[in-house]
């Protein structure tokens, strides 16, 4: 970089280890970073350390939601899954796409990642990377500064807009190296390596297979599968229960305007979201048997129980609930 030319680059931040080291690799080169993050409901990065980190380096931070597209993907990888419903290739070269985009509209040269070669069995492998790279349109303009002197040299390389002597040689699941990296650039407050994607989660996958299978995978239903127990009522209706006050506003705050609220008149104990249209007596007396059964009431009387609909918390109506045993709750668990 003897031109003096400011290098400008996107850098998909996610406010894991990698993503950070890499990010301060390129800082220390002297790139001008635009950091994009995924904001996600399975994962892939922690959103308050990313936008942290990005002000701590007074980097632009531009933040991408889940959208039909990802869902999409999800539904249908064209480069199959992992171990349960992780469609790991084709989520980063959707992400990537974006990133390029991003790159383009800004006048970018090209577009970095936390990448590492071999530390993920199959969307980092040598194969897969180089797929990934051409299938994102990034071909010879997605640089990887951690494992960059293990690849062919990009772009930027190429053009000595880069110093590829400054770039790195890191491969495999260790993270010893990027720990050295994290100390010497004083780093502390990142998102473990070990929280990974909800996708990979069984839990997880089988919730929201069972969206899929319903047709019902609206963006807010999906969101909504981080949080709570989930029962399968019937093919019309499922309930989340709220498993703590976080929890329980978070249900709330991404429930429909259809779906019913169930809450305790004294608001102590869970929520139940009882999700679905036409809802009927049944349902309604079902839900509220879920509400009591996780509650300390657990043993007592059937209850009367407040509910109403997300849009409208002004018309509460009150009903007693159905009691509901153990066999029934893990016949309909999901």
């Known amino acids: 970089m003897g031109n003096n030319i400011k290098i400008k680059a ?25 950091g994009i993050f995924f904001s996600l409901p399975w994962g892939c990065g922690d959103e308050e350390k990313a936008k942290k980190f990005a002000e701590t380096l007074g980097i632009k931070l531009k933040l991408m939601k889940l959208d039909d597209e990802f869902l999409e993907i999800v539904k249908n990888p064209k480069h199959g899954r992992g171990t349960a419903m992780n469609p790991c290739i084709d989520c980063k070269i959707h992400m990537l796409q974006e990133a390029k985009k991003y790159m383009e509209e800004i006048k970018a040269s090209f577009v970095y990642t936390g990448e590492v070669i071999w530390q993920r069995p199959m969307s980092q492998t040598p194969n897969s990377l180089r797929a990934i790279e051409k299938r994102s349109g990034l ?35 260790s993270r010893r190296e990027q720990y050295k990296l994290a100390e010497k650039y004083h780093l502390k407050n990142f998102q473990q390596p070990s929280g990974g994607c909800l996708l990979t989660d069984k839990n997880f996958s089988n919730r929201l297979k069972d969206l899929f299978s319903h047709k019902t995978e609206d963006i807010n239903d999906v969101i909504s599968l981080k949080w709570g127990r989930h029962f399968r009522i019937n093919d019309k209706f499922k309930a989340i229960v709220g498993r703590d006050e976080k929890e329980n506003e978070m249900l709330i705050k991404f429930a429909k305007n259809n779906d019913l609220v169930f809450q305790f008149n004294d608001k102590i104990g869970p929520n139940v979201i009882l999700k679905g249209k036409g809802h009927k007596e049944d349902e309604v007396k079902i839900a509220a048997g879920l509400l009591q059964y996780f509650s300390k009431h657990k043993n007592d009387p059937p209850l009367d129980i407040d509910y109403w609909l997300a849009s409208d918390k002004a018309k509460t109506k009150t009903i007693k609930a159905q009691p509901v045993d153990t066999q029934y709750i893990d016949k309909i668990k999901l």
Do not use: N, W
Not at 17 to 34: A, R
Not at 157 to 173: A, N, Q, T, V, Y
């Open 10 to 34: 996107v850098g998909l931040i996610s406010g894991g280890l990698d993503s950070l080291v890499s990010t301060f690799l390129m800082k220390e080169i002297g790139v001008e970073i635009h």
């Open 139 to 173: 071909e010879g303009r997605l640089l990887r500064p951690l494992c960059a002197k293990l690849l062919k040299p990009t772009i930027p390389e190429e053009e000595e807009l880069i110093d590829r002597d400054k770039l790195l040689r890191i491969s495999g699941r």
